[in-house]
């Protein structure tokens, strides 16, 4: 199994930024997945999460307005478009593979990818 990141980087304040999240090694489209976002001296918190099919969509009520998730399963490719990002978004981005097929927002995590970094500054 594997889930590579990609797309994090530098962006100034109000800027956006796409994040990428390819899969292999298990069939993807069987699974909820999302993302986990961990800042420097802070827990893991979840980010975004989409069900199997596309259709149940989960943004933190936090980052709402700000970010959308989405997924192309005959792409095995999930994505998380940030827009109007602020300093406070800076942080490791985790892709993540749920158990439950439908949820993935307090719900077991079966696998992790390695993380993309995110960093928002002037």
């Known amino acids: 199994v594997q889930l590579v990141e990609s797309g994090g980087g530098l962006v100034q304040p109000g800027e956006s930024m796409r994040l990428s999240c390819v899969a292999s090694g298990f069939t993807f489209s069987s699974y909820s997945v999302g993302w986990f976002r961990q800042a420097p001296g802070e827990e893991r918190e979840f980010v975004a999460g989409v069900g199997w099919s596309g259709t149940l969509r989960k943004v933190a009520d936090a980052l709402k307005g700000r970010f959308t998730v989405s997924r192309d399963n005959a792409k095995n490719t999930l994505y998380l478009q940030m827009n109007n990002l602020k300093r406070e978004d800076t942080a490791d981005y985790y892709c993540?593979?749920?158990?439950?097929?439908?949820?993935?927002?307090?719900?077991?995590?079966?696998?992790w990818g390695r993380g993309t970094q995110v960093t928002v500054s002037s």
């Open positions: 993540a593979v749920g158990r439950d097929p439908y949820y993935i927002e307090d719900r077991p995590i079966l696998y």
